[in-house]
T-cell receptor, first 119, second 111 residues
Framework: GAVVSQHPSWVICKSGTSVKIECRSLDFQATTMFWYRQFPKQSLMLMATSNEGSKATYEQGVEKDKFLINHASLTLSTLTVTSAHPEDSSFYIC???????????????FGEGSWLTVV | GEDVEQSLFLSVREGDSSVINCTYTDSSSTYLYWYKQEPGAGLQLLTYIFSNMDMKQDQRLTVLLNKKDKHLSLRIADTQTGDSAIYFCAESISNDYKLSFGAGTTVTVRA
């Protein structure tokens, strides 16, 4: 079963509204989570690192006020796209490493991803 | 993923082998990964290789790593129509859990 759950899988929203995407670790605590964005037919770009109990660390070029990240608990990080515009339409996916296990190639778990369409 | 480069397209006949190539730049990467993404779906971890290994085989998948040249390849034996997808090469950034992805190789399997 899924180790990291992401919700919603698909969302359509109107321009100007905000939409929240949740990333939840199911079987372990995740002090950090990562948010990626994929433009159509392009690669996944790291947007930010979500840190439990502190501010997120954003990659260069990512607008902090546009993409609000909150990591309020050890199992939940949320990404809120504020004042959404059609150019924000994209595939957003989170990952959560299980730091309680020894660093290994298979201890990074990805959510199912969320397809956002802004109309 | 400008630090990870891979060819964009590959067309292969069903039953043949597919080879997808990737080059990366971070010599401190501990793990290198191959992910598969089918249309409209999320990421599926196919396989990964530890940086001190040269080769890893897992059923139809063979990963070759040339650390000196920072070159990674994925070979899919007996390619099937279900293998049609986008394949992403990824490296761990600064030996951490965040990943840098290549642009993805679209593999098309023809009958």
């Amino acid at each position: 079963g899924a180790v990291v759950s992401q919700h919603p899988s698909w969302v359509i929203c109107k321009s100007g509204t905000s939409v929240k995407i949740e990333c939840r670790s199911l079987d372990f605590q995740a002090t950090t989570m990562f948010w990626y964005r994929q433009f159509p037919k392009q690669s996944l770009m790291l947007m930010a690192t979500s840190n439990e109990g502190s501010k997120a660390t954003y990659e260069q070029g990512v607008e902090k006020d546009k993409f609000l990240i909150n990591h309020a608990s050890l199992t939940l990080s949320t990404l809120t796209v504020t004042s959404a515009h059609p150019e924000d339409s994209s595939f957003y996916i989170c990952s959560a490493p299980n730091r309680q296990s020894r660093f290994s190639g298979n201890t990074i778990y990805f959510g199912e991803g969320s397809w956002l369409t802004v109309v | 993923g400008e630090d990870v480069e891979q060819s964009l397209f590959l067309s292969v006949r069903e039953g043949d082998s597919s080879v997808i190539n990737c080059t990366y730049t971070d010599s401190s990467s501990t793990y290198l990964y191959w992910y598969k993404q089918e249309p409209g779906a999320g990421l599926q971890l196919l396989t990964y290789i530890f940086s001190n290994m040269d080769m890893k085989q897992d059923q139809r998948l063979t990963v070759l790593l040339n650390k000196k040249d920072k070159h990674l390849s994925l070979r899919i034996a007996d390619t099937q129509t279900g293998d049609s997808a986008i394949y992403f090469c990824a490296e761990s950034i600064s030996n951490d859990y965040k990943l840098s992805f290549g642009a993805g190789t679209t593999v098309t399997v023809r009958a």
